[in-house]
């Protein structure tokens, strides 16, 4: 999965989230 897929599907998640959040901490979150 590219980067700014994963990005993407996170940003769905979690919209309010800021845009300076790491994808890899996201992926700790969510994943």
Known sequence: LAPSNAFSHI?????????????ADAKRVYF
């Open 11 to 23: 940003r769905l998640k979690c919209p309010y989230c800021p845009v300076e959040s790491s994808v």
